[in-house]
C-alpha cells in the first residue's frame, strides 16, 4: 500500500513567501496582496481545462441517459458544491434532484463547522447510498487537499457502483484521483495565510463547478445563443428576465410577452415556440419534449 504523503508537504499547506510579514501590512497592502495572488488562478485552472472538459462530456453524457451529478465534499469544498447545486434549479430550470451537493455533517454544516465530520469515511458511503447512487450517476468528490476521509469513503463506494467519478482537488496525485475516473488537479499555490484554502483554492475550485455545472447544462440544450432560456420564474427578478427573452427572441411587445408566460406555465420556450410558431402551449410543450427541449432544434436559429 503506498504511504499517503504527510499533510505538511501538500502545496496548500505551504507558507506564501510574499505572505510572511502580512501581520505589518496597511489594509491596502493587505487587500493588494490577497488580490494578486487570486490573479494567480485563472491561469491555473486554465491548465486544467482538458480534464475540465473531459469531465463536462462524462456528466453531460450520463444525464442525457437520466443521471445525475453528485458534489461531494465537506467544509468550504461541501459548500461550493452545495451552491452551485441549488444555483442550477433557477437558472436552468434543473430539477432539484439533478445536481445535488452532499456535505460532511449534513445541511447543518452549511452555516456552522461540524467537528470531526470530514473524518469520517464511512459517512460518505452512508450519505450516497441514501440518495440511491446507481452506475447512471457521477459522483464529483471536491477536496483541496486531495485526502479528505468523508471525500474518500464517497468516492470508493461511487466506485464500487459502477458511477463514475470525477476528484477535484489543489494537489496533484491525491488519495481521491487514485480512486476516480479523472482528476481535475489545479495547483493554487500556497494560501496567503497558510492552510486556509477557503482563499485561493477555494476560488479555483468554484472556478471549476461554474465550468462543470454551465457547460454541462449548455450542452444539455438549456442555453438558446448565450440566453438564459430555461430560467425558473421564481421571483419578480426573474420574471422580468423571462419577459424580455421572450421580446428578445419573438419581437413581442411586453404585454405580449407576459400573457404568453401565463398561457405557457412560465416556461421561456414554450412561450417562444408559441409566438414563433402560432401555437398552443401543448402543441409547443410537445414539440420541445420531442427535442429533448433543445429551442434551436425547434425554432432554428431566426430569433439570433
Known amino acids: 500500500m503506498e504511504r499517503e504523503e504527510p499533510i505538511m508537504n501538500l502545496r496548500t499547506e505551504q507558507a506564501n513567501p510574499r505572505s510572511e510579514r502580512v501581520d505589518q501590512m496597511t489594509s491596502f497592502e493587505l487587500v493588494s496582496l490577497i488580490n494578486s495572488e487570486d490573479a494567480k488562478i485563472a491561469a491555473a485552472v486554465n491548465l486544467a481545462l482538458p ?12 444525464m442525457a441517459r437520466g443521471g445525475r451529478l453528485f ?21 436552468f430550470s434543473a430539477p432539484p434532484d439533478l445536481v445535488q451537493g452532499i456535505i460532511a455533517g449534513g445541511n447543518a454544516a452549511l452555516t456552522r463547522s461540524i467537528e470531526g465530520a470530514e473524518d469520517q469515511p464511512d459517512q460518505g458511503r452512508t450519505d450516497l447510498m441514501k440518495q440511491g447512487l446507481s452506475t447512471a450517476d457521477v459522483v464529483c468528490g471536491i477536496a483541496a487537499s486531495g485526502r479528505t476521509p468523508y471525500v474518500v469513503g464517497a468516492l470508493r463506494f461511487a466506485r464500487s457502483v459502477g458511477a463514475k467519478t470525477v476528484a ?37 475550485q468554484k472556478m471549476i463547478l461554474n465550468m462543470l455545472s454551465t457547460a454541462t447544462m449548455i450542452r444539455l440544450g438549456k442555453v438558446y445563443g448565450n440566453l438564459m432560456v430555461d430560467v425558473k420564474v421564481t421571483n419578480q427578478k426573474l420574471a422580468q428576465r423571462a419577459c424580455r427573452l421572450v421580446m428578445r427572441l419573438t419581437g413581442a411587445d411586453a404585454e ?41 432544434a425547434v425554432i432554428g436559429d431566426e430569433s439570433l
Not at 73 to 83: C, E, F, I, K, P
Not at 186 to 202: H, L
Not at 262 to 284: D, F, H, P, T
Open 168 to 204: 477535484v482537488s489543489c494537489n496533484a496525485n491525491s488519495p481521491i484521483a487514485a480512486i476516480a475516473d479523472l482528476e481535475i488537479s489545479v495547483d493554487a499555490g500556497p494560501e496567503i495565510i497558510a492552510g486556509s484554502t477557503r482563499m485561493k483554492a477555494g476560488t479555483a
Open 51 to 62: 480534464q475540465i472538459a473531459k469531465a463536462v462530456d462524462v456528466i453531460s453524457e450520463a
Open 256 to 296: 405580449t410577452a407576459a400573457r404568453l408566460l401565463a398561457r405557457a406555465n412560465n416556461e421561456v420556450k414554450a412561450a417562444i415556440v408559441m409566438q414563433s410558431l402560432g401555437l398552443e402551449y401543448a402543441e409547443a410543450r410537445q414539440l420541445l419534449d420531442d427535442a429533448e427541449g433543445r429551442l434551436r
Open 71 to 91: 458534489y461531494v465534499g465537506a467544509g468550504t469544498s461541501g459548500r461550493l458544491g452545495v451552491l452551485d447545486a441549488v444555483e442550477c434549479v433557477p437558472t
